[in-house]
């Protein structure tokens, strides 16, 4: 971002975009992860432009916004999955409990561990439900031995509110499963590795309603123990399963700050055309 519109930006009544100026970071301290700055660029293609933002462990955040206004791409950014992509290019600063995510020293697989990701469609291995929970406890070294890592699989799928569904059928294969299960599957993996973070990139999408209330009510169960960030075209889901909302539009974060004051009485007037159904 150029400096003149850096001062045409700063001279406005109030700069959404900056978490100092609403209140998004937590009361209980520190908020989990910090993005400052952040831009993402594909080639020569600028994906993501100069977004700072706060997520905290007491708030479930929501990112939304129109198709290809950047909430996954920056989502993606806060593990690093647009590593994958060879054309990707990201600057900023985004830290993770003080950490900065993209220095050298960062171990990606041990930050993937600390920020889980489940994605829009349920992927869970082509393995058991037990290994499919197994598998990331086993590669990390958290569990000592089978006694461990029963109680590891069995506590994670209690969490994802699977265990009473699945308790009698752990050798089956994951992907016999409803997709409703699956996707609480994923959950379930994600948590067995006792990560900090959980990224959700509409993880309700590909589901039904009943499926999808199941996954809304997970969200609610979970909520505190880890942050949760969630993107979603689901502006009435955004607004039942969480505190914080973030506005995207053409890659730039218009607003953020508390989901109830984003749906009843927005800041900025691209949120409220948004919001009321004027484009999107």
């Known amino acids: 971002m150029n400096d003149d519109k850096k001062m045409q930006e700063s ?13 998004a ?31 905290n462990m007491d708030s479930v955040t929501a990112f939304i916004g129109p198709s290809g206004c950047g909430k ?9 999955m647009n590593d994958t992509i060879p054309i990707a290019r990201i600057t900023g600063d985004i830290r993770l409990e003080g950490d900065d995510i993209y220095a050298p020293q960062m171990d990606v697989v041990q930050l993937r561990a600390r920020v889980g990701m489940v994605f829009q469609k349920p992927n869970p291995f082509p393995k058991s439900i037990y290994d499919n929970i197994a598998y990331g406890p086993r590669i990390h ?5 089978k006694e461990e890592l029963d109680h590891i699989v069995e506590s994670s799928l209690q969490r994802a509110g699977l265990w009473s569904e699945v308790k009698d059928r752990l050798q089956d294969s994951g992907t016999a499963l409803s997709g409703g299960q699956q996707q609480r599957l994923c959950i379930a993996r994600a948590i067995a590795v006792d990560p900090e973070v959980i990224l959700m990139d509409e993880p309700c999408s590909a589901l039904d309603p009943i499926a999808t209330a199941k996954i809304e009510e ?3 169960e979970l909520r505190g123990q880890y942050a949760i960030v ?7 889901q955004a607004a039942r399963v969480s505190q914080k909302t973030a506005f995207f539009h053409l890659g730039t974060l218009v607003e953020y700050g508390e989901t109830t004051d984003i749906f009843t009485n927005p800041r900025e007037e ?11």
């Open 72 to 80: 996954s791409t920056f989502l993606r950014c806060m593990n690093r």
């Open 11 to 23: 001279s406005e009544s109030i700069n959404m975009t900056d978490p100092a100026t609403t209140g």
């Open 25 to 55: 970071t937590s009361e209980s301290g520190t908020p989990k992860m910090t993005a400052r700055n952040v831009n993402v660029f594909y080639g020569d293609k600028q994906a993501i432009n100069d977004v700072s933002i706060d997520v």
């Open 270 to 280: 691209k949120t409220r055309d948004y919001i009321t159904g004027r484009y999107g």
């Open 230 to 236: 969630i993107v979603t075209h689901n502006m009435q």
């Open 218 to 220: 997970l969200i609610h």
């Open 141 to 145: 070294g958290l569990a000592t031995g």
